[in-house]
């Protein structure tokens, strides 16, 4: 696909001039009267490669409108248009953030030269953006999509800055997994990593809980706690499940993030604490009665996990990492998945998001009869709710257990039933029943 350049200029001459030239280069163009309209066209589209504004326009000229890009973290760079006599401006333009820049009356040769250098630096910056995010989210989750790799990019950037952030998503998306990425990359890397339930205990023992409590508080303390914030002292506090805190403590956490300072339950007085919040959500904070000014303590930045079924490209890499996991946990060599059991996958609405696709997996290969997977068991088949509680049966754990046992006794004595049935204590009958049972006969 062509590049797309969007020229912000208020006269249409120039406008017209530049399109011309641009367009017989193979370029798609988009037009901006001023900056103002160029803005619009940014909320607009987000294909935008190259932005090449005049200096000189009314309501937002080029300078300011390259101020307003610098603000924007998906904004495209900008080459400025300058009049002859204005290169010391163009200098201080570039010196805040803009690629270059070419005088008009323009020589099409130039432009065109000015340009491709800019896009090709452009370029540079985004393979280079690209795979610092994907180092920084790459071990904790499997993904190719575009939607994810946004996610890592935010990830990336928010990481080392050390600000409290909200990760939302719907069940299963994998939120504790980009805390653990986000708490890798920041300076807080070698600290205590300290995760709480907010849907674990009632308001009383929340309390207690994250703020601590002295001995004789209340009924059962019999000695003093100092509570998970000053537990997680130098490092990071992860709040899951942040929307089902209850009321009461909502105002208390907040004095906390405010105050950087706890008061445990029956303390006479408060102490200092140094702690980086990380909270999760899979519902819209802002939208209930959560309160507002604590919801805005909490997303200075926010992560949003998309659902599986908008980031259908990375099924098959999912499914292939979790067969490969399972595979080895249940001693199935050469495990893959066959065309259908793919298409299933494929097909499957998994409202349960990534947990679901890893349970769906994992109970398929405990239940399998060979190497080639030609069928799920049941994909897509779980409410969210359900994914959560999603694990094998016992039965189902213990036969896969014993499965991979005896493939792992069978290899490891040379397919000798006799031998194999010797080393595991039970008799050849018994074993051969076994291999019939899983397929391996």
Not at 47 to 66: E, Y
Not at 204 to 214: K, N, Q, S
Not at 266 to 289: C, E, H, P, T, Y
Not at 409 to 437: C, D, H, P
Request: one cysteine or more; charged letters at 30%; hydrophobic letters at 45%.
């Amino acid at each position: 696909m062509p590049d797309v350049i969007l020229l912000v200029d208020d006269e249409a001459g120039v406008r017209y001039a530049l399109r011309a030239v641009l367009e017989d280069e193979g370029f798609e163009v988009v037009e901006a009267a001023d900056g103002e309209a160029a803005l619009a066209v940014l909320e607009a589209r987000r294909d935008i490669a190259m932005a090449v504004a005049d200096l000189q326009m009314p309501k937002v000229d080029g300078m300011a409108l390259l101020m307003r890009l610098k603000e924007r973290a998906d904004a495209p760079r900008l080459v400025m248009m300058t009049a002859h006599g204005s290169e010391r401006v163009a200098v201080e333009a570039m010196k805040a953030g803009a690629l270059d820049y070419f005088r008009k009356p323009f020589e099409p040769a130039e432009l065109l030269q000015c340009l491709r250098r800019a896009l090709n630096t452009t370029r540079l910056e985004r393979e280079n953006r690209e795979m610092r995010a994907r180092q920084a989210l790459g071990r904790h989750a499997i993904f190719r999509s575009r939607a994810m790799l946004q996610v890592a990019e935010l990830v990336e950037r928010a990481a080392p800055r050390d600000v409290t952030v909200l990760v939302t998503g719907e069940t299963g998306t994998g939120k504790e997994l980009v805390a653990r990425a986000i708490v890798e990359h920041s300076t807080r890397a070698r600290g205590p990593f300290v995760r709480f339930n907010c849907a674990a205990l009632p308001a009383e023992l929340a309390e207690a809980e994250l703020f601590g409590h002295v001995k004789g508080a209340f009924t059962g303390s019999l000695k003093d706690r100092k509570g998970l914030f000053r537990e997680a002292e130098g490092g990071t506090l992860f709040l899951d499940e942040v929307h089902t805190l209850a009321d009461a403590v909502q105002p208390k956490l907040l004095r906390v993030l405010q105050e950087r300072e706890v008061r445990a339950v029956g303390a006479d007085g408060a102490v200092k604490v140094d702690v980086r919040v990380i909270a999760a959500a899979n519902v819209n904070l802002a939208a209930g009665s959560f309160r507002r000014d604590l919801y805005y303590r909490l997303a200075v930045v926010n992560v949003h996990l998309p659902p599986l079924r908008d980031r259908r490209e990375d099924i098959d890499l999912l499914a292939d990492a979790f067969v490969a996991k399972y595979a080895e946990r249940f001693g199935i060599e050469g495990a893959r998945l066959g065309d259908r059991a793919r298409q299933q996958l494929n097909e499957a609405p998994w409202p349960g998001n990534v947990r679901e696709l890893e349970h769906c997996i994992e109970r398929t290969l405990a239940l399998s009869s060979g190497s080639l997977i030609e069928s799920i068991v049941e994909p897509g088949a779980a409410t969210a709710e359900q994914v959560v509680d999603g694990e094998l049966t016992l039965k189902e754990r213990v036969d896969a257990f014993e499965r991979g046992q005896v493939v792992d006794a069978m290899n490891r004595y040379g397919q000798n039933q006799s031998e194999t049935a010797r080393r595991l204590g039970v008799n050849r009958a018994t074993l051969i029943a076994k291999l019939k049972k899983y397929g391996l006969a």
